[in-house]
């Protein structure tokens, strides 16, 4: 019989004339006795593994440990773990009410589900909710619980905006505003942390997630010209974000201040309401907003990833190579940077200039 060591729930053996498919039942607290795999035939049966129980929250766990062996090379990062557990136990919940199990689940099903994402949410949500859905049926395939995918060849709608024109960042003006608004910050702590804070997402391009894994120990103010920053991305990969001097200053200032918080955290920024803990991304992503609002510049799409988009495009149009920017964002290969050249070349190269004058 073929083992499995990803799935911990009881099992008990279940003799059956054909090993059915995954029936889980999806109804929160419900019994799900009928899930088997099958294993080995023998004669007109075969022998199947069936939990005693299993319930939406149970297929999950069994999603996440597929997750964990299976995405980023066996290295998804927590976030990603969290955003795929929550995009299929949406899916699930909308199963639920209609009877319809995973084992039930057909195309005709899966672009139902397509079109009722498609009225709560933007069409790059629903694109990235429906790879979450994808990837639940891809492994629940290949871990042998279900006999065929049914989300092979799911799509998203597409997006008729051209993916230059979704990119949100602010002018020079807006930046400049966006850091001396910082100075209006009800505590000093808050001032200093909060300035250093959007300076590493505006000047240096870092992602909030990085920005909020950063630690003490990640900081080298002896390497380099102005001291560099040690970088977790994506994939579990680490770069060198070099400081100029303004950020460097930024970084000082901010590191007096945190000294006299006397805090046992090792993580860099710490949240300043409740225990000196590590700062979460939904802080961080809180406080931008807040800043981005008093500044005016608050928009749909521009948030805490306008700022990482700011410093590419920004850059690269003050003369800086799309290489060395593609390295310093982090990216695996230089053309996903090659949007932000089409940001600056359409700026630069508007034709109806050349006609000025003549109104």
Request: a positive charge.
């Amino acid at each position: 019989m073929r083992q499995t060591d990803v799935i911990d729930v009881e099992y008990r053996r279940v003799e059956t004339p054909a090993a059915g498919p995954w029936e889980v039942v999806v109804s929160a607290g419900a019994e799900a006795p009928a899930m088997s795999q099958e294993s080995e035939v023998r004669g007109q049966g075969s022998v199947a593994l069936a939990p005693v129980t299993l319930d939406i929250e149970g297929i999950l766990d069994l999603f996440d440990a597929w997750m964990k062996l299976d995405v980023g090379n066996g290295r998804a990062s927590p976030l990603t773990l969290i955003s795929y557990r929550s995009d299929v136990r949406q899916h699930l919940s909308w199963l639920a009410p209609q009877g319809i199990t995973p084992a039930a689940v057909t195309p005709f099903t899966l672009k139902a589900y397509r079109a009722h994402l498609g009225t709560q949410y933007k069409v790059t949500t629903v694109g990235r909710k429906l790879a979450s859905i994808r990837h639940f049926y891809q492994m629940a395939q290949a871990h042998g619980f279900l006999p065929t995918n049914a989300s092979y060849g799911l799509k998203s709608r597409g997006d008729p905006t051209e993916q230059s024109e979704r990119i949100k960042y602010l002018t020079l003006m807006d930046l400049k505003a966006l850091f001396a608004a910082t100075e209006t910050a009800r505590e000093p702590a808050a001032q200093f942390r909060d300035k250093c804070i959007l300076a590493l997402m505006a000047i240096h391009g870092l992602r909030v997630c990085e920005v909020s894994r950063l630690d003490l120990a990640d900081v080298d103010l002896e390497a380099g010209e102005a001291g560099e920053l040690s970088v977790l991305g994506k994939g579990e990969k680490r770069r060198k974000a070099r400081l100029t001097d303004e950020t460097r200053l930024a970084l000082e200032k901010w590191l007096a201040v945190r000294r006299l918080m006397h805090a046992d955290s090792p993580a860099l920024f710490l949240a300043l309401s409740g225990p000196a803990e590590r700062i979460s991304t939904r802080g961080l992503r809180a406080m931008t907003d807040g800043y981005l609002v008093k500044i005016g510049a608050k928009k749909p799409g521009v948030s805490c990833h306008a700022l990482r988009h700011t410093y590419a495009t920004q850059t690269l149009a003050a003369g800086a190579s799309l290489l060395a920017i593609s390295g310093s964002l982090g990216h695996s290969s230089v053309t996903t940077t090659q949007v932000y050249a089409q940001i600056v070349d359409k700026a630069r190269n508007n034709p109806a200039k050349f006609l000025m004058g003549i109104l």
